[in-house]
């Protein structure tokens, strides 16, 4: 769901945030519009306003756990998780986290990935949000989710600032809420 | 020059929630591991906040974080101190016009780019990183700014292997650290 819909309805931080995401055609490839959130977070008010929104929305909700993902999500989720006091939880590509981890394979376009996460961290009964820049297929976030349950931790929600067409109209993502800033612009 | 909070009673927090993990990424190294210190809400607050507390009045307007483990530091310290926040990250993963720095590795070398029209010409900025060792990717991070006209502050790192004497290859820039570790 949208944060629009969600309560958010004509809230400026949202058209803010969303100017403040610069459009880069063709990358990584031809026929990609890619969403680079790097101007947003060199706008201070307009990633202050990214943060002060999630945050108001998670304060409450009794989160100890927020887990970003390599890299772009590790830009949002730490701020996320020092103002409402959780631990933070990096998700890394494989070999980059030292010490034992477990792992879960995801589906790329072409091809296949790893996210890792650190044994030990989580716990059973852990309340655990998931925080990316951008969702699009959905998944890289869906292998958060499995990391995050095989250890016992319960899912409350997956946010990221940007949701791509391939979500839009939807309001789950593994059987989790899915909760976003911003449409992709053109 | 540069300093290190010894005095601070927030250090021995930090500075026991670092787990060191031997020989990783391979044998001979010990590694210093920060995710241990993201763990405990009480030791993160306090290592940002001590960067905070040092930068706040400095008139800083851009904290660059060294990709990955300086995303998780930069961004807090950026919006803290009504800074930007700019990632300095390793070859093709910004979009876009780019500068890139070449650096050397123990074999070989690597890359760090950023974008260009990031940083401005007068700018004061930060750079930060979890850690400095031999400070191979934090001078090649102050070139980058400096080519784009900044001036580079200061480095700020939550951990200092002195051993390494990374700190002699800053040219010159002060280097503030939270931690020394053998």
Redesign the interface.
Known sequence: MFAAENGLKGDPRLKGISDAI?V?PH??KPGIM?Q?I?TL????RA??DT?DIFVDRYRDMDISVVAGV???G???A??I??AI??????L?KP?????EVISEAYELEYGKDRLEM?VG?VQHGDRALIIDDLVATGGTLSAAIRLLERVGAEVVECACVIGLPEVKGRCRLGGKPLYMLVEPRQ | MSSCKEDDPRIDGIQSRIRVVPNFPKPGIMFQDITTVLLDPRAFKDTIDLFVERYKSKNITVVAGIEARGFIFGPPIALAIGAKFVPLRKPKKLPGKVIREEYDLEYGSDCLEMHVGAVESEERALVVDDLIATGGTLCAAMNLLERAGAEVVECACVIEIPDLKGRDRLNGKPLFVLVESQ
């Open positions: 610069r880069v990358f990584p890619f680079d790097t977070v060199s706008n201070p990633f202050k943060i390599e890299a772009r590790f830009m949002f730490p701020a998780a020092l006091g959780a631990k933070f939880i990096p890394r070999g980059k986290l030292p010490g650190h961290t």
